[in-house]
């Protein structure tokens, strides 16, 4: 079983930096793809940024390419996302998910992920 745990969410102003952390239990999480989600009020989950297991491959949506950061530091179970130059339609709780097995593809498909966070508020003030 994998439990994760996402810190750093807050109140930022437009043009800010956060970075989110997912804290994971469980020695297998280091062989995981790990996804990060958001889910602004009102709107469906959406897919934000991917990370392969061994950090070597990473993924994001098109809306946040450029501005933010996905990385990892496996002897800390532990990823990352980093966002800067935030705007208001980054407002959202953001969740990290785990995918169940090291066998599996990173995906950008929220269903795929097995183990989920509890998420963080990020809210961007204008």
């Known amino acids: 079983q994998v439990q994760l745990v996402e810190f750093g969410g807050g109140l930022v102003q437009t043009g800010g930096s956060l970075r989110l952390s997912c804290a994971a239990s469980?020695?297998?999480?280091?062989?995981?793809?790990v996804g990060w989600f958001r889910q602004a009020p009102g709107k469906e989950r959406e897919f934000v940024a991917a990370?392969?297991?061994?950090?070597?491959?990473?993924y994001y949506a098109a809306s946040v390419k450029g501005r933010f950061t996905i990385s990892r530091d496996n002897a800390k179970n532990t990823v990352y996302l980093q966002m800067n130059s935030l705007n208001a339609e980054d407002t959202a709780v953001y969740y990290c998910?785990?995918?169940?097995?090291?066998?599996?593809?990173?995906?950008?498909?929220?269903?795929?992920?097995?183990?989920w966070g509890q998420g963080t508020q990020v809210t961007v003030s204008s």
């Open positions: 469980g020695r297998t999480f280091s062989t995981y793809p």
């Open positions: 998910a785990a995918r169940g097995s090291a066998s599996y593809p990173v995906s950008r498909e929220s269903n795929d992920y097995n183990y």
């Open positions: 990370i392969t297991w061994s950090g070597s491959n990473t």
